[in-house]
């Protein structure tokens, strides 16, 4: 866009961008203020560097502006003087921004969710360790404390016991043993999803499912018509994390009394769906940088070159539905 004003800044031209911008109709007399083009805030800018314009042109920065629709413009905007007789002419010359600065601004807001995302990863890996330090040492330490008490009481009076006696004690050994067992699985378990490797992943799910339906106290649907056979690894662990964090939202914020998991493979896609009854989701929630659980389920399904949707279900409560391409 390219303006030519008095030294009282008021409008002699304006290039056709600037008449498409704001609509200008030559017909209505003249003088124009600029400011009714260019806005107060670019307005003031001139009026603040005013002895500092020259011949030269001088960078007033990127300003925000409005259109004749009322949406916002960025423009980088350059100012020179032009001589006439003993006084002069302003020629403006500005450059639409708009794209650039709301990428930068897009940027910017990546930027803080990726460092807040990184921060409540490094928050929860530090709970996980003190949660795991605190398992290992009450759960676990107890038990091979009294397992090793056990055995040493057995140690100091085998040579007096009958065949019938030591029979007794090593069963109760053994238990002290398989509740050590338990306990190790039971963390391990926590850590990493090793049920999709004993199990495979449909037989995970449904342990998964139910195990989260008995502590919620939330019904279920389950349809599983996925090939696992199509599925890597990589795919399997990623999808049964994200089905995992959609039952934790379920459970924490929904209210649901039951909820629908569907997962499917159609059209060489690993199709999930989730859907509850509860009181439906905030929408502006998906959107916001505090959302981190969320932000966490997007990035998880970006890596995978997948898509994830937020919609409100058919009646109430909310669905989720992700599709992760399947990688041969």
Same mark, same amino acid.
């Given at each position: 866009? *390219?303006?030519?004003?008095?030294?009282?800044?008021?409008?002699?031209?304006?290039?056709?961008?600037?008449?498409?911008?704001?609509?200008?109709?030559?017909?209505?007399?003249?003088?124009?203020?600029?400011?009714?083009?260019?806005?107060?805030?670019?307005?003031?800018?001139?009026?603040?560097?005013?002895?500092?314009?020259?011949?030269?042109?001088?960078?007033?920065?990127?300003?925000?502006?409005?259109?004749?629709?009322?949406?916002? %413009?960025? #423009?980088?905007?350059?100012?020179?003087?032009?001589?006439?007789?003993?006084?002069?002419?302003?020629?403006?010359?500005?450059?639409? *921004?708009?794209?650039?600065?709301?990428?930068?601004?897009?940027?910017?807001?990546?930027?803080?969710?990726?460092?807040?995302? +990184?921060?409540?990863?490094?928050?929860?890996?530090?709970?996980?360790?003190?949660?795991?330090?605190?398992?290992?040492?009450?759960?676990?330490?107890?038990?091979?404390?009294?397992?090793?008490?056990?055995?040493?009481?057995?140690?100091?009076?085998?040579?007096?016991?009958?065949?019938?006696?030591?029979?007794?004690?090593?069963?109760?050994?053994?238990? +002290? %043993?398989?509740?050590?067992?338990?306990?190790?699985?039971?963390?391990? #378990?926590?850590?990493?999803?090793?049920?999709?490797?004993?199990?495979?992943?449909?037989?995970?799910?449904?342990?998964?499912?139910?195990?989260?339906?008995?502590?919620?106290?939330?019904?279920?649907?389950?349809?599983?018509?996925?090939?696992?056979?199509?599925?890597?690894?990589?795919?399997?662990?990623?999808?049964?994390?994200?089905?995992?964090?959609?039952?934790?939202?379920?459970?924490?914020?929904?209210?649901?009394?039951?909820?629908?998991?569907?997962?499917?493979?159609?059209?060489?896609?690993?199709?999930?769906?989730?859907?509850?009854?509860?009181?439906?989701?905030?929408?502006?929630?998906?959107?916001?940088?505090?959302? #981190?659980? %969320? %932000?966490?389920?997007?990035?998880?399904?970006?890596?995978?070159?997948?898509?994830?949707?937020? #919609?409100?279900?058919?009646?109430?409560?909310?669905?989720?539905?992700?599709?992760?391409?399947?990688?041969?």
């Amino acid at each position: 866009m *390219v303006i030519f004003a008095n030294d009282s800044l008021h409008l002699i031209e304006i290039n056709e961008e600037g008449k498409r911008l704001f609509n200008f109709n030559e017909e209505i007399a003249l003088p124009y203020s600029v400011s009714d083009f260019i806005g107060e805030e670019l307005t003031k800018k001139i009026k603040e560097h005013s002895k500092k314009i020259t011949e030269k042109p001088f960078s007033l920065g990127v300003s925000e502006i409005y259109d004749k629709n009322g949406k916002e %413009i960025y #423009l980088d905007s350059y100012i020179q003087k032009t001589k006439k007789g003993k006084s002069f002419d302003y020629l403006l010359t500005s450059l639409d *921004v708009n794209y650039q600065v709301l990428a930068k601004n897009q940027e910017i807001n990546a930027n803080l969710q990726l460092r807040a995302l +990184y921060n409540r990863i490094e928050k929860i890996q530090e709970i996980e360790r003190n949660r795991v330090s605190r398992e290992i040492h009450d759960e676990l330490g107890q038990v091979l404390t009294a397992l090793k008490i056990r055995i040493s009481l057995f140690g100091r009076k085998f040579t007096r016991l009958s065949i019938i006696e030591v029979d007794d004690e090593l069963i109760d050994i053994l238990g +002290y %043993i398989n509740n050590t067992i338990k306990t190790v699985k039971k963390i391990a #378990l926590e850590l990493k999803p090793v049920r999709i490797e004993e199990l495979g992943f449909s037989d995970a799910i449904r342990w998964y499912v139910q195990d989260f339906s008995k502590k919620s106290a939330i019904k279920y649907k389950l349809t599983l018509k996925q090939n696992d056979d199509l599925l890597s690894e990589d795919l399997t662990t990623t999808a049964y994390r994200l089905i995992q964090e959609s039952l934790t939202n379920v459970a924490k914020h929904s209210k649901a009394m039951k909820v629908n998991i569907s997962i499917r493979t159609i059209n060489e896609k690993l199709k999930i769906e989730i859907a509850d009854n509860g009181i439906g989701m905030k929408f502006p929630i998906i959107f916001s940088k505090d959302s #981190l659980g %969320i %932000i966490g389920m997007k990035e998880r399904v970006n890596t995978a070159n997948g898509t994830i949707r937020f #919609l409100l279900g058919k009646l109430s409560g909310t669905r989720v539905i992700i599709d992760l391409p399947i990688k041969n």
